[in-house]
């Protein structure tokens, strides 16, 4: 349920707000236990006479003789004895005198608590009442002493309000913040602090912490902010907000959102941090507060490792929670480091503190492959400690990323796009890399053969026909079994066939080119001809949360961010692995070059081509449920063009976008340059003018066919028929990909075949003994095809280690 939805939660007082005096409510079915009330008695020196003292009546509190935090009033009791103690925590109490001039109408505190009570209600969810506004204004703020060899908690004088400078420059010895007899590093810790980071301390807490100016806020404005661990009357400053935000880093889902990768739900916590944590599974407010804090602070500012000191700077809460929330704030900063939600990216070198805590690690670890899944996995457990060496058959890393450059613009003969780049890793890492992203728009105009722009309305009318098609087909599958399975291709021309036949809607010869470029654009989606691809299945990772926002174009490429990934990393290149025995204790990793390595564990992330070729021998041998598995995807192919221009003669057709497209002649005809993309950037300085374009489904093949001065023939023939009034030039530079032919890949990215489910994906992700590991673009069922999709594999995979370590 939403922090947004106004519901009355459980209390956290057992005693209410029900004053002392009053007399005790009528019996019930289920009466409260009656607790023991004790009285102390203890010698005054001066008088010699006996003085009662009371302990706090709170079940398992340990304060025999209580101090009141409140100082509220000349009456109050002080340490000395008082009708009734208030129970905060285990070692915070309010006397009853105290209580007095906050709840009697006639006392000036009355006013004090109304108008607090009035600010409250304004924006919080939960119910306003003494105990909260003790938590909220009254208990005084701990902070700890920075100086290495001392480290002591230190309670900051009544009405002092602790800031982030304070906290980040407190010593015992500080004039301005002395409370009294504390005022020097050698004197002993107050008890109470010991007590806190006891187990049953958290039991004892009457009120959840609350943050006062948490960098969350500027996240959380939709919610209650008592309902994400914020407190409703705090108000951030002007300098909380003087930090512009990245709209590309949005950590948390809204309220009543659903649907976006790598988001959390501010107000829950999730299955893995239930599991974590369990002793918040039912009152989250503290975790939850922690947490977001974090995560707050890492899409604040990405550039620099989050460590426990930096961020316990923020958590501003009163009382004696403050030294547990800080204690907290170390795990749960593990546990999300080690989850890649924050210190990832391109960040080396992991930070002490974060890792006191932690083991040392001993475990020794190859990586196969140097592409986005291996070095991504390689980086996760170098920061973590572990000794990683990175095998690659290339004479390069990249993988399938492989990118063309010339002096102005980099082309990618692979992957250049981030399809979606809220919260995406690569948007992250163009952030830490300074790279700027380029914005892509939605609009492609669409050119015949003449230069014609096509009709708008044909264009239209088959767009909605063609997503029909689509629509229909998911609504036909519905109900079927993977043995009912039949080509994606044949489905949507049978649905094609039922519309014509239902309808009497004949289509024009133009709406027929139309439908064939549709057709043509979703082959190069899936990489293959449709006769190849599972109408069941062939975009079940649309079920899952995908990544939001716009598709951003990167200038320089994925190779120059996947170089700065590799920075530091035992990378050795000129390797190829053909040989995994893991029948031992210690898995035994061969090269065709007679390299032998000794680890504890292997991550495979070679292309699902090399897998299908068994290009790399096991042993014991993958099991049969695996091997079915890695051949029930496709290796998809898709082919690039590039050509480069001493004009540029198309400039016409991207004002105010990046690309057009080409109608196919006739249906033999699709899969050839369906759509140009101008690459050639914002700069003034260019010393050619780029297009790209691309070569998918049946195409590929014939391409094989013709050879690439053909394709290159063939392909400026198209454009001179596209721009039959402008001088198109013969290319300067021109280059084609050939993927289907490169040794170590074969292959563009994955698709599921006719027959496969997307449970594949997983089947093929299964690691074997905790020994074998496996990450690639074809092991994500949530991102396949993708870039993004490799690397957060690795991220997964580099998790399964750390956790079974």
């Known amino acids: 349920m939403s922090a947004r939805i106004k519901r009355k939660p459980a209390k956290y007082l057992e005693e209410g707000e029900i004053p002392a005096v009053q007399p005790p409510p009528a019996a019930s079915p289920s009466p409260r236990p009656q607790v023991k009330r004790i009285k102390v008695e203890a010698k005054d020196d001066e008088k010699g006479i006996k003085k009662q003292y009371r302990s706090c009546e709170k079940q398992r509190c340990p304060a025999k003789i209580p101090i009141c935090f409140a100082n509220a009033t000349e009456r109050c009791a002080g340490g000395g004895y008082t009708s009734r103690w208030y129970h905060m925590s285990a070692g915070e109490h309010f006397c009853n005198e105290c209580f007095d001039y906050y709840y009697r109408s006639h006392r000036e505190g009355y006013k004090l608590l109304s108008d607090w009570k009035r600010e409250w209600s304004k924006n919080g969810k939960t119910e306003p009442n003494l105990k909260t506004y003790m938590a909220d204004q009254v208990l005084p703020y701990w ?28 010593t015992c010895d500080n004039a301005d913040f002395r409370a009294g007899v504390c005022d020097s ?195 996760h457990l170098s920061n973590f400690g572990y000794e990683v060496t990175v095998m690659e058959a290339r004479n390069r890393i990249g993988g399938r990323v492989w990118d063309v450059q010339n002096q102005s613009t980099t082309v990618g003969r692979g992957a250049q796009i981030i399809n979606g780049c809220i919260n995406n890793p690569f948007t992250m890492m163009c952030e830490q ?36 098609m689509l629509d229909a087909v998911a609504e036909w599958r519905k109900d079927k079994k993977l043995s009912e399975d039949v080509p994606l291709g044949k489905k949507l021309l049978e649905m094609h066939k039922n519309f014509q036949e239902e309808t009497d809607v004949t289509f024009t010869p133009l709406e027929e080119r139309l439908l064939q470029f549709h057709i043509s654009n979703l082959e190069y989606a899936c990489g293959s001809h449709l006769a190849n691809v599972s109408s069941l299945h062939w975009d079940q990772n649309e079920a899952f949360p995908q990544f939001a926002g716009e598709h951003v174009l990167l200038p320089k490429g994925y190779s120059a961010i996947l170089e700065k990934l590799s920075h530091g990393l035992d990378i050795r290149t000129n390797m190829e692995v053909t040989s995994i025995d893991y029948s031992a204790k210690d898995v035994v990793v061969k090269t065709k070059q007679g390299t032998e390595v000794t680890c504890s564990k292997v991550i495979i992330t070679v292309p699902l081509s090399i897998l299908q070729e068994a290009s790399i021998t096991f042993q014991p041998p993958l099991t049969s449920e695996k091997v079915k598995a890695i051949h029930s995807l496709g290796a998809g192919i898709t082919e690039k063009v590039i050509l480069e221009f001493p004009t540029r003669f198309w400039a016409s057709r991207v004002q105010g976008t990046e690309y057009f497209g080409r109608l196919p002649v006739t249906d033999k005809d699709r899969g050839f340059f369906s759509v140009f993309y101008d690459m050639t950037g914002n700069s003034d300085k260019n010393d050619g003018y780029i297009l790209m374009t691309v070569i998918s489904g049946e195409a590929v093949e014939e391409m094989k066919k013709i050879g690439d001065d053909k394709v290159i023939a063939n392909c400026l023939a198209y454009l001179k028929a596209l721009f039959p009034n402008e001088d198109v030039p013969n290319p300067t530079n021109s280059f084609v990909t050939h993927w289907y032919n490169e040794p170590y890949s074969k292959m563009s990215y994955s698709y599921i075949k006719t027959g496969g489910s997307g449970e594949v994906y997983e089947t093929i992700a299964d690691s074997v003994n905790n020994k074998i590991f496996f990450a690639g673009e074809a092991t994500n069922r949530l991102f396949p095809q993708t870039v993004t999709g490799a690397y957060l594999s690795g991220i997964r995979e580099a998790i399964k280690i750390m956790e079974n370590t």
């Open 143 to 170: 902070v700890q002493c920075i100086k290495p060899a001392c480290k002591k908690w230190r309670s900051l004088p009544p009405r002092i309000h602790l800031t982030r400078e304070i906290a980040s420059t407190f």
């Open 433 to 468: 890399a300074g790279f700027e992203v380029q914005k892509l728009h939605h609009r492609c105009d669409l050119v015949e053969e003449g230069g014609q722009s096509v009709d708008s309305t044909s264009d239209k009318r088959v767009d909605f026909h063609f997503n029909a």
């Open 185 to 379: 590093c050698e004197w002993p810790q107050d008890p109470r602090v010991n007590q806190v980071l006891q187990e049953t301390w958290l039991q004892l807490l009457m009120t959840p912490p609350l943050l006062k100016r948490s960098p969350a806020a500027r996240f959380l404005s939709s919610y209650f902010p008592d309902g994400v661990g914020l407190s409703p009357t705090s108000v951030l400053l002007d300098e909380d907000k003087k930090e512009e935000l990245n709209p590309y880093f949005q950590p948390f889902y809204q309220p009543d959102e659903q649907g976006r990768a790598l988001c959390v739900c501010a107000d829950v916590m999730d299955f893995d941090e239930v599991q974590a944590f369990p002793q918040f599974a039912k009152e989250q407010q503290m975790y939850l507060a922690v947490r977001n804090l974090i995560l707050a602070l890492w899409a604040i500012n990405c550039k620099e490792f989050l460590t426990p000191t930096k961020c316990s700077q923020y958590l501003l809460v009163p009382g004696l929670v403050r030294i547990s929330c800080t204690d907290l704030l170390q795990s749960v900063l593990v546990f999300l480091s080690k989850k890649g939600l924050v210190n990832t990216g391109l960040l080396s070198g992991m930070p002490p503190a974060v890792l006191e805590k932690m083991p040392p690690q001993q475990d020794k670890v190859v990586i196969v492959g140097a592409g986005a899944a291996g070095l991504a996995a390689a980086r």
